[in-house]
């Protein structure tokens, strides 16, 4: 049974910084392309990061540019969104989700891509 269990969130004040974890439990996590999205009420889920299973190619929301960045450590089924600068905005429920592939350099951004998601963490911005 696959699980991608996300932590990290919390409570930050605007323009502080957040570091999530998605830890997979996946035997093909080093060929699985991972996204992070999030979801806030009311809204529709959106794209915020996507990486390659290499790590070596990334995407980055443009509402997040400069300020989130993601990262994966394959010997240990983790993905990682770093998160700084933080807004208000980006108040959410920050979901991890992946996707097998074999091609080495690809990221997805649409949700309909992503075979397996996570249960959320949340992520609360005070101004």
């Known amino acids: 049974q696959v699980q991608l269990v996300e932590s990290g969130g919390g409570l930050v004040q605007a323009g502080g910084s957040l570091r999530l974890s998605c830890v997979a439990s996946?035997?093909?996590?080093?060929?699985?392309?991972m996204g992070w999205f999030r979801q806030a009420p009311g809204k529709e889920r959106e794209f915020v990061a996507g990486?390659?299973?290499?790590?070596?190619?990334?995407d980055i929301a443009d509402s997040a540019k400069g300020r989130f960045t993601v990262s994966r450590d394959n010997a240990k089924n983790t993905v990682f969104l770093q998160m700084s600068s933080l807004k208000p905005e980006d108040t959410a429920a920050y979901y991890c989700a992946s996707k097998y592939t074999v091609h080495r350099n690809r990221y997805y951004s649409r949700p309909i891509e992503y075979d397996f998601w996570g249960q959320g963490t949340q992520v609360t911005v005070s101004s």
């Open positions: 996946l035997r093909t996590f080093s060929s699985a392309a």
């Open positions: 990486i390659s299973w290499s790590g070596g190619d990334t």
